[in-house]
């Protein structure tokens, strides 16, 4: 257990629609990272957030918007969704130290139909 | 920025095999690197990480990796596969704090 807790595990929703995924950092650290994982793309880098502020930006589309709260959970938005939205969605989070070890969570498994 | 490619997007070993997953990085600052290990529908796990001290770092599950920085190379082994060593394997480097990118990641079969 990496103690990164993630809800919910499973989504199926439709196209168009908007969802919103959660995360819970180890206990202590103040970054969070989100993921995503399909089949064609691999592990994609969306987005960071350390204490609260954006830190870096990867891949993340403009329907996508994330942040993090005062007690450090994180929140991935996810609108007008698209069949090619289906996929696995990871949080990792890290304490910032110089090495960077992420800590990585269970995912969420959105489909979208 | 830093990169990291894995030679192989699958790769397959009979059980009892020596397992070899290929990691090659660019960095241009002494780097961090790691190997994390997924099995089927769960999320990344450490498998090991580099940090500058020895060479030679032993992970978890009877797993290794040699850092070569002449060959900018940190590739994973282990002596043996077993079947439950089936999973995918990413590899990873890091410049400092923020910035982590992964490599696509190889898939690796244990055969019987």
């Known amino acids: 257990d990496s103690g990164v807790t993630q809800t919910p595990k499973h989504l199926i929703t439709a196209t168009g629609q908007r969802v919103t995924l959660r995360c819970s950092p180890r206990?202590?650290?103040?970054?969070v990272y989100w993921y995503q994982q399909s089949l064609d793309q691999g592990l994609q880098f969306l987005i960071q957030y350390y204490n609260g502020e954006e830190r870096a930006k990867g891949n993340i589309l403009e329907r996508f918007s994330a942040q993090q709260f005062p007690d450090l959970h994180s929140e991935l938005n996810l609108s007008s969704l698209e069949l090619g939205d289906s996929a696995l969605y990871f949080c990792?989070?890290?304490?910032?130290?110089?090495?960077?070890?992420?800590?990585f969570g269970p995912g969420t498994r959105l489909t979208v139909l | 920025a830093q990169s990291v490619t894995q030679l192989g997007s699958h790769v397959s070993v009979s059980e009892g095999a020596l397992v070899l997953l290929r990691c090659n990085y660019s960095?241009?600052?002494?780097?961090?690197l790691f190997w994390y290990v997924q099995y089927p529908n769960q999320g990344l796990q450490l498998l090991l990480k580099?940090?500058?001290?020895?060479?030679l770092v032993k992970g978890i599950n009877g797993f290794e990796a040699e850092f070569k920085k002449s060959e900018t190379s940190f590739h994973l082994t282990k002596p043996s596969a077993h079947m439950s060593d089936a999973a995918e394997y990413f590899c990873?480097?890091?410049?400092?704090?923020?910035?982590?990118?992964f490599g696509a990641g190889t898939r690796l079969t244990v055969k019987p």
């Open positions: 960095s241009s600052v002494p780097p961090y």
């Open positions: 990873a480097v890091s410049e400092g704090f923020d910035d982590m990118r």
């Open positions: 990792a989070s890290s304490s910032h130290d110089r090495d960077n070890e992420q800590f």
């Open positions: 206990s202590g650290d103040l970054s």
């Open positions: 580099y940090t500058s001290a020895a060479t």
